[in-house]
């Protein structure tokens, strides 16, 4: 059963706090300068609701929660999220340093993505990145496809190739190609857990 979330809505056709994702697009989808962000709890819904969008923007609702958990990550590493709007939608995704938050790369938007696309694209940039800069720390991905996708070598999307996602395609060709020729680090590639952490330091503060 998912999680319940809080979304919080400081610009919007209606502002407030809403327990469900379609109560909270009602009130931004297609609104121009829509400010929204979804919170794991009310507490800090609350909290944020009566504070300023900006303080928020762009961060995760639970950033640093990892920081005071029982275990913890493992440090140095990169973290990566993607983010897309509609299925297919806008894809955008990035990779940054798990300890500071600081971005590391950045990709898209993307037309006619998909979120795990997204994930399995972050997570192979992270890796030839690392390669480019002669490095060798874990990557953390809070999508098991990707995970999987990555290990297997082959992005297994059901996503339809159009014109318009074109380039998208030549991304995940080019990605599957560095896959077969480069070997893989051992145990490098680890699922972040959103349950102990909170939402990973890479996530765009969407929903």
Same mark, same amino acid.
């Given at each position: 059963?998912?999680? *319940?979330?809080?979304?919080?809505? &400081?610009?919007?056709?209606?502002?407030?706090?809403?327990?469900? &994702?379609?109560?909270?697009?009602?009130?931004?989808?297609?609104?121009?300068?829509? *400010?929204?962000?979804? @919170?794991?709890?009310?507490?800090?819904?609350?909290?944020?609701?009566?504070?300023?969008?900006?303080?928020?923007?762009?961060? #995760?609702?639970? +950033?640093?929660? &990892?920081?005071?958990?029982?275990? *913890? #990550?493992?440090?140095?590493?990169?973290?990566?999220?993607?983010?897309? +709007?509609?299925?297919?939608?806008?894809? =955008?995704?990035?990779?940054? /340093?798990? =300890?500071?938050?600081?971005? !590391? @790369?950045?990709?898209?938007?993307?037309?006619?993505?998909?979120?795990?696309?997204?994930?399995?694209?972050? !997570?192979?940039?992270? $890796?030839?990145? *690392?390669?480019?800069?002669?490095?060798?720390? #874990?990557?953390?991905?809070?999508?098991?496809?990707? !995970?999987?996708?990555? /290990?297997?070598?082959?992005?297994?999307?059901? $996503?339809?190739?159009?014109?318009?996602?074109?380039?998208? @395609?030549?991304? !995940?060709? +080019?990605?599957?190609? &560095?896959?077969?020729?480069?070997?893989?680090?051992?145990?490098? $590639?680890?699922?972040?857990?959103? +349950?102990?952490?909170? =939402?990973?330091?890479?996530? @765009?503060?969407?929903?």
């Amino acid at each position: 059963m998912p999680k *319940q979330k809080y979304y919080v809505v &400081w610009k919007g056709r209606k502002t407030g706090i809403f327990t469900t &994702w379609a109560e909270c697009e009602k009130q931004v989808k297609g609104f121009v300068g829509a *400010q929204y962000k979804a @919170f794991e709890n009310e507490i800090d819904a609350e909290a944020a609701y009566f504070a300023n969008y900006d303080d928020y923007k762009g961060k #995760p609702s639970s +950033s640093g929660k &990892w920081r005071t958990a029982s275990i *913890q #990550p493992l440090l140095p590493s990169i973290c990566v999220d993607a983010a897309c +709007s509609g299925a297919p939608g806008k894809l =955008e995704y990035r990779g940054v /340093n798990t =300890e500071t938050s600081e971005e !590391i @790369f950045h990709a898209g938007p993307y037309s006619d993505g998909t979120n795990n696309v997204g994930e399995f694209l972050a !997570i192979v940039h992270a $890796l030839t990145w *690392q390669a480019k800069h002669n490095m060798h720390v #874990p990557v953390y991905s809070d999508s098991e496809n990707a !995970i999987l996708w990555v /290990n297997t070598g082959v992005c297994k999307t059901k $996503l339809k190739h159009t014109p318009k996602n074109a380039v998208l @395609f030549a991304i !995940i060709h +080019s990605a599957e190609n &560095w896959l077969a020729e480069n070997e893989l680090p051992e145990d490098k $590639l680890i699922k972040w857990d959103t +349950s102990l952490w909170g =939402e990973n330091p890479a996530d @765009f503060g969407r929903k």
